[in-house]
């Protein structure tokens, strides 16, 4: 048995990792208030913004990092486009198009996603158990598309309550783009600290949405926002580009990728169940049953191998 693994270290990390994937589910499944009141791109603006005003100081290389080189900085954009900028799009409109429980149980595939990006962009083999789990989260996102609403959920905004399935596609883009964040997350903790990368990124999904941020500031009626939804806005921003990403940076440049995929599990579990408790989202029996299916997936492709 490995004791090391048992370090206090690594306990640590582990810790920043569980934290840290579960306030992603419980800000996907609160950000259903913030999507029916800002427009999805505004709200992405205001949420870097407000990030961005939290931690100039993190901007700074500390003592002893050296210079970012020209493929640093070209992870650290892919970092930001896919795992910061286009996951909250897609996360945000997906959210706003289904059910919190419906995206958390498309969530419960990021491990089995991370073990493809690894298979095809680390080199990593994938055993027979990770095939088994991609195949249940596959089979979970299915009946998942075959289900109707449960009586009593809060489907979204009326506009998009009749397309769920596209929420569902957008929930899963989102997905990808998770898989990608962890995969170049750990290549990006071996060249700069936790903190530096949290703002870079951060103010580079800033730069991203700003074109279309200000358009739709324009045009928005931001005294028609209650002083409930700014706060939850002001929570969610800490949230999704400080304290998760801090957190997960932290955690991952003590451990490998693939054994921090373990803890997306928190993801889907922690969004599952903010929708039910807060939000008041039913499950159906055909949505329990995926879910199931997706969380068998996950435990499948994160069981630690017996060693002798």
């Not at 048992?6 to 992603?24: D, E, F, Q």
């Not at 427009?39 to 100039?56: C, H, K």
């Amino acid at each position: 048995m490995n004791t090391a693994s048992h370090a206090p270290g690594r306990l640590v990390a582990y810790g920043c990792l569980a934290l840290s994937m579960s306030l992603v589910g419980s800000y996907v499944a609160l950000s259903k208030p913030l999507v029916a009141a800002f427009p999805v791109l505004l709200l992405a603006w205001l949420r870097f913004g407000i990030a961005a005003l939290a931690m100039p100081h993190w901007l700074r290389r500390p003592p002893g990092e050296a210079p970012m080189t020209r493929r640093t900085r070209g992870l650290v954009f892919l970092e930001s486009f896919l795992g910061n900028f286009l996951f909250s799009i897609c996360m945000l409109f997906g959210v706003s198009l289904t059910s919190a429980v419906s995206a958390g149980v498309i969530m419960a595939s990021i491990p089995a996603v991370v073990a493809i990006g690894s298979r095809v962009f680390l080199r990593e083999g994938i055993t027979t158990r990770v095939a088994l789990a991609i195949a249940c989260a596959a089979l979970g996102i299915g009946l998942l598309a075959l289900a109707p609403a449960p009586a009593g959920a809060h489907a979204g905004p009326a506009a998009g309550a009749s397309m769920p399935w596209l929420g569902n596609l957008l929930v899963f883009c989102a997905v990808v783009c998770e898989a990608a964040y962890a995969v170049i997350g750990k290549s990006l903790t071996g060249r700069l600290g936790p903190k530096r990368i949290s703002s870079l990124i951060n103010l580079w999904g800033f730069v991203l949405s700003t074109p279309f941020g200000i358009w739709f500031a324009l045009r928005f009626d931001f005294g028609a926002v209650s002083i409930g939804l700014w706060s939850l806005l002001f929570v969610y921003a800490l949230a999704a580009s400080i304290w998760t990403v801090w957190l997960w940076m932290t955690g991952l440049k003590s451990v490998p990728a693939s054994q921090a995929g373990v803890f997306t599990v928190m993801l889907p579990v922690s969004a599952a169940v903010v929708g039910v408790l807060v939000l008041g989202e039913r499950l159906s029996t055909m949505q329990g049953v995926a879910f199931a299916l997706a969380l068998l997936g996950v435990v499948l492709a994160t069981w630690p191998s017996r060693r002798n």
